[in-house]
């Protein structure tokens, strides 16, 4: 039932722009509510036939249009409930995708000789970019948090700007490999290994 859908519905959203793929994942993520506004339209229709030989012929109407009804409500309660979690899925992926890019990003717009090191900051530890200016990027208080500021200024992690929700982010720095950890809002971890220029000039 649901491949079918999916064939079905494959062709309508591709010439809209979305990829059969994206369709695929999103038709499956809702397979369960699918089943159910199916399995209420179902009952609808027994209880309308029903209705033809079992109700009396003045309150049958009534029996339909309830039947009718209580359907609509089905589809809208499971309608507003699917795409609440679609909307949560999308947030928790965009947060996951930008979290590490932006980390990534600040890297590379800073990987020249002596601009890239990790310190302590505070209570946690910090990404920090530049000499005389830097940029702190750090994990604090359920954010990923930058904070750029003169090098002699005296400044706390709560001092920082808040860009991305998040549950962690650390750094590891060995020779000229920088590790990313970074876990999303949602408790989804994940890693990102970068590979800086910056360490090798140090070094030649």
Not at 29 to 51: D, N, Q
Not at 95 to 122: C, K, M, N, S, W
Request: with cysteine.
């Amino acid at each position: 039932m649901i491949d079918f859908i999916i064939n079905l519905l494959t062709p309508v959203f591709v010439k809209m722009g979305a990829s059969a793929a994206d369709v695929g994942n999103y038709i499956r993520s809702v397979s369960g509510y699918i089943y159910a506004i199916l399995a209420a339209l179902l009952v609808m229709v027994i209880v309308m036939v029903a209705a033809q030989f079992v109700v009396k012929k003045g309150t049958r109407h009534v029996v339909r249009w309830t039947a009718g009804l209580a359907w609509i409500l089905v589809v809208l309660l499971c309608g507003a409930d699917a795409y609440n979690r679609l909307t949560q899925r999308d947030q928790a992926a965009y947060e996951h995708r930008t979290g590490l890019q932006y980390v990534a990003a600040r890297v590379r717009q800073a990987d020249a000789a002596g601009e890239i090191r990790v310190e302590p900051f505070g209570e946690t530890s910090a990404l920090v970019l530049g000499q005389e200016y830097l940029t702190r990027v750090y994990y604090y208080d359920g954010y990923i948090m930058e904070l750029y500021a003169d090098a002699s200024a005296e400044l706390e992690p709560q001092d920082g700007e808040k860009i991305l929700p998040a549950s962690d982010l650390s750094f590891t720095l060995s020779d000229d490999l920088l590790n990313i950890s970074f876990t999303d809002s949602q408790g989804s971890a994940d890693t990102l290994l970068l590979n800086l220029r910056s360490q090798k000039e140090a070094e030649q």
